[in-house]
């Protein structure tokens, strides 16, 4: 997963937000957008009508633009917004994975052109994301097949798994929300990373490993500067040697 999994965020705002402040739209269309994104993310409900609301506001943006505009505002905002963004300590399990000869593979909601971007960028295998019709190498504003969301990200990998001789029950998946309880379920070893409460509690139950890096940047942001402020007055207290 990618989004608060891999970023903190939602790298389909990022995209919205760099479009917006390029001209491609107005303030009431990122509005609509960013309603569509906080309601789909905070009801936690496989509803299809809000599944579908968010999946005609991801879309509806981008329609009427060409695919290579559109990848070229996406490198500048992956290296505005999203880069910035990446929780480091998921990128080094992604990376331990790398450093055994393994494929990593992103899995998300987002975009397929803004997926491949990050995988790219990070050196990963390669990426699966929700599929914007093109026509004519310009976007249509409608959806190729289903968003890629829930049960849908475990019908993915099932794919993939088939199409690369993966065998699942090896395999790894890591996400932040109990929406992805089917993809996490699909595979031998999930893992839970910055999870939701719901998600914290199935895998505390299940046993599945949990890691949470918001807990180190909440410390860190906690203690730093009380930290610095000790160390200062040991220092201005205890005698220095002559």
Partial sequence: DVDNTLVRGSTLYFLGRGM???GFFTKADISRFVVANLRFRMTGTEKTEVI???????????????VEEIKKIGEEIYDEFVSPKLWQG?????KSHLDKGEEVWLVTAAPQDMANIIAQRLGLTGA???????EDGIYT?????????????????QGLAQ?????????YSYSDSHNDIPLLQAVGNP??????????IRALAEGWPIH?????????RLLGPAVSRIAAIITYLVPRKR
């Fill in 141 to 157: 504003g409608k959806l190729e097949g289903k968003l890629l969301h829930g049960i849908e990200k475990a019908i993915a990998i």
């Fill in 128 to 134: 699966l994301g929700s599929k914007a019709c093109i």
């Fill in 191 to 200: 893992c839970a990373i910055n999870p939701d409460a719901i998600l914290r």
């Fill in 52 to 66: 579908e609301k968010f999946q005609n506001a991801a879309t509806d943006f981008i329609g009427g633009h060409k």
């Fill in 212 to 220: 949470d890096f918001r807990k180190a940047r909440f410390v860190n």
């Fill in 20 to 22: 917006y402040q390029r």
């Fill in 90 to 94: 998921t990128f080094e399990i992604a």
């Fill in 163 to 171: 199409e690369h001789g993966f065998d699942l029950q090896q395999c």
